[in-house]
């Protein structure tokens, strides 16, 4: 028997796929609870090993982390290349939100190979984690996310609306903040890039205090960008809040819990996106 | 014939001026949207060289800069007069919002001739930019803009009132750091207006640093203040919140897309503030 | 006639007593405008003197400032008197909130005698400007202004509440930090007053930088208190907000334009605490 | 008659416990109003001396302090065994939110023998002091805080999923950061934990500025950071906000005034947990 015949064996192999969809992505069976738990570990110390890989110096026992962070990555990379086996549609999980993030999580450590400082994106793995929601069948705490997303998604085009004034408004308030305080020697407003950035630190009431006006008319104009800033913190809020009460209740949505794609009909069974089943 | 009587052909030269309207004023057919997004182009390459402006040092390649600067502001003057020109209502236009911003952002290169820093003015035009949405026939967005605008509107008042009462509150708390803080050697607080600065930085809980207080008293003075901003915070948001809340939906207001003025009767085609087109 | 008499005769004197009235408490008659609106601008001249006195080196052109502070301040007492003299309800209008306020604005100047700083204290005056909303006829925007204050009062013993838990979490968040921090060497962390004043600059969310945890424990824990910070935020707004959209509309109440209180009945046109004529 | 038998004698002494109860959990009883106000002074007296423990130096005047800190730890030690005594259901007590706090806050004192820095701890007495509602009868005001608790109980999930974003995000964005601007030299973020402290700062509008951003893209990244913040600083506002609107009215809940536990049926006269009276 040929290589090429093997192959299309393994692809044919129905039992295998079933048997490693229900490991990988259901989470009702011991294997595929064991898998998930073991997965977030797997992320969680990807993480921590990350964090502190930029803790240390350099050369001391970093040989351990870097043999541990490539094991991790072969594992990840295994487990992509399992989903995208297993999955009814492959091509719908490679596109679907997690899919992306699942391929996102490994490139790093690839590309660390020719840039060094990609190595650390490898904490967009810290977005899998969503997925904890899964093990612990906390499904309804999901619901809560969904809701929560949608309220956002609702007011989107306000939001977007508001935040195209603020950049006009920070631009404007910026400029004329470079033109009141650079004349001042020492002063750091010392362009205007810096001075819209002074700007927007002042409106959204951070307020750093890296560069502060020096001169009286400066102070006097950033007093009243402060309480304009204090006026319009309340509009996104309101919107926010608007769309919260005016969400319709008990209207439940049927979400896939892989890849999270709403929009399924009454009797579906399965995810009609990624093929993976769907909850009662 | 004489120069006069060209011009009162010009003038009365209705085909022009329907031409001209079609371009500048419409986004439907091609070379109106075309004009709208070279405009665009023109406001952005604009404002970003004034932005560059105040980052190279002087003398270094300005002289291009400059050349561009000029180019621009001829071209924003050539579309400020056509518009006058074409307007069916001249006046209507430039008493409106933006017949008054893109008077504005034209007037700054010109003054720049006698005093240098107004130059920096010209990213007034920037507020043209919030045409965009005109571009794009993100009319709906436009309406989210109207809808926002209204809310703030219609509680005008209320943070009016709110205003004058934290301007007095400011003053109050102000002069009461001052006499606190002002007898330490060394203190920030050097001046009423100083701490008044200082009072609007903690109450709208920006909180810069550069000016805090040192003793024990001013510290727990200024914890009560920052409890109280922390309260107070809360009114303009209820305010707005409110506000969102109460707004009748549905009532579609017909807003005129150049001038954006509304109040519009139900058949009408035409804005009746500039003479432009109503959207369906 | 002695001068008992003579007292007595001005203290009966109606006529005068209606005059007085009508230019001080009035502002639908001319004299009584124009009176009202120098007043203000007697107040904002005297709150800019004192600003000013606090900026400006001592012994230079301060004679002028003290001869015009005295000036007004003999102003300000004269009108006391007369007010107190004209009122129908002299003590009804002493113990009102604008007596005590037009009281203690005229004490400080007397009080300086005796203590310096305390003429700083003449800025209390500005508190009399609310009453810019009279001369302006700007009653509506007092019902504004009231609106916001029972919405404000509807949620004070929540809000009290609240304030009661902040104090406590504020303690002990402190001690804790200050545990942490004061053993590493030069932490601003000297003492549990500085740590919690630390811990309301924190979680007020105003963050001035004077004083910031260097340990990693530290900077994790300020975490925790800033993401709880964000978090409790919400509550006093939640508090508010919901406090105005359950506020009973349309319920028109009768103020009084002097003393601003309530309670009166339909058909009064005077107020039945200082005697002031209501508006219909 | 032997130690035991007295033992037993004192257990079974059913008048004795009635009475200290009647002085110890009720606060209607001239008794028990003395022994609730004392208490409440007592406790403010004991956070007070450990606040000025931290504030002088060693060695003065420090003998009165310890000896008033012992007596004072006798007094709540001696007041905690006479709650588990007279207390219907002692174990009830002993673990209800009020038991655990009395405990807590007699321990520190103990650990501070073998740990200098435990002492501290006993601020934890602080938290006792929300029974002050208790002896001003402001059991209406211990509603309000009940309402509170539920509002944001109720909308608890829904915060708890936000937060999980926000780490999520405060990772990504942290590591980013640190990508970024630990290139440049002398730059503060020195490590990916210091770099998510930043962002958490950053995010909650907090903004202490002993972390700040110097390169042209890391400000840029700051500011989109900041925008971010802002807008989801309305998220668990608009939680909170559509919670207490929602929170249906009138249901009064019968909460015992010791433990603090609801779900008491209609006609219970006492607490079922700890067996307190309940209030009518």
Redesign the interface.
Known sequence: MGIKERWNNLMSNVALKRKLYDIIFESDTRAGKTFDVALMICILVS?IL??FD??ISHHVGQTIMVVLEYLLTIFFTAEYVARLYCSPNPKAYALSFFGIVDLLSILPVYLGFFMH?AR??I??R??R??R?FRIFKLF???E??Y??ID??MASF??????????V?MV??IG?IM??VE??EPGSPFT????S??WA???L???????I?PIT?LG??L??VV??L???I??????????????RPRGSKKKNCPNCGRSGHEEKATHCKYCGSELEE
Not at 191 to 194: F, G, H, M, S, Y
Not at 233 to 246: C, D, E, L, Q, Y
Request: charged share 5%; net charge neutral.
């Open positions: 993480i990350t964090i930029s803790l400082s650390f994106m904490v967009i810290s977005i984690l969503i904890i309804s705490f999901l809560e996310g809701m929560l309220s956002i085009r306000k939001i977007l609306v508001f935040f195209l004034f603020v006009i631009i404007c400029t470079f033109m650079s004349t362009d205007i890039p810096t819209i950035y927007i630190v002042t959204t009431t951070v307020g750093y205090g890296d502060t009286p102070r006097f950033s007093s402060m309480l800033g204090y006026t913190i309340a509009v996104p809020t309101g919107i926010v809040s608007a769309s919260m009460m005016n």
